[in-house]
């Protein structure tokens, strides 16, 4: 008996499942991503120091900078490249050059920036981790 392979719209590795990315041109369609939708993006990287980001914050390790209509500030990127998961970045900034699908990562060093160079890969929205609140322990009467 042959089944019909399963597609999943993530970029999650599942034995038997087919990945389904966007099209090269997915942003061109004025829509913000939804949560775990997979969208093409050229990556760079920069390295300002002693700046602050669009937000007003200062520049660190975990933040990008994108293109706000694409990807809304203050929300969170899982980036991967090369089969491989780089991590979940901060949307702290935007830029003159970033416009569409260019996603620009910070690096500590500019040495780092440059070898790090430009990158196709894919970005995924993903929703803040829930934060546990715990009760604060009142003090016996």
């Known amino acids: 008996m042959t089944l019909e392979p399963v597609v999943v719209r993530s970029p999650l590795l599942l034995p038997g499942a087919i990945v ?11 829509s913000p991503p939804r949560y775990g939708d997979p969208v093409p993006v ?18 660190r390790a975990g933040i990008v ?4 209509r694409l990807f809304p500030l ?3 990127l899982e980036l991967y490249a090369d089969g491989r998961y780089l991590g979940r970045f901060l949307i702290d900034d935007t830029g003159r050059l970033i416009r569409g699908n260019i996603v620009d990562i ?11 160079g430009r990158r196709n890969g894919t970005a995924v929205l993903v929703p803040r981790q829930p934060e546990t609140i715990s009760a604060k322990p009142t003090a016996p009467k």
């Open 20 to 30: 389904q990315g966007a099209s090269s041109r997915w942003f061109m369609n004025n």
């Open 42 to 59: 050229q990556m760079t990287a920069y390295c300002l120091t002693r700046t602050t980001t669009r937000r007003g914050r200062y520049v």
């Open 65 to 68: 900078a994108a293109d706000p």
């Open 74 to 76: 203050s929300r969170y």
């Open 106 to 116: 910070w690096m500590p060093t500019c040495r780092e920036a440059r070898q790090f």
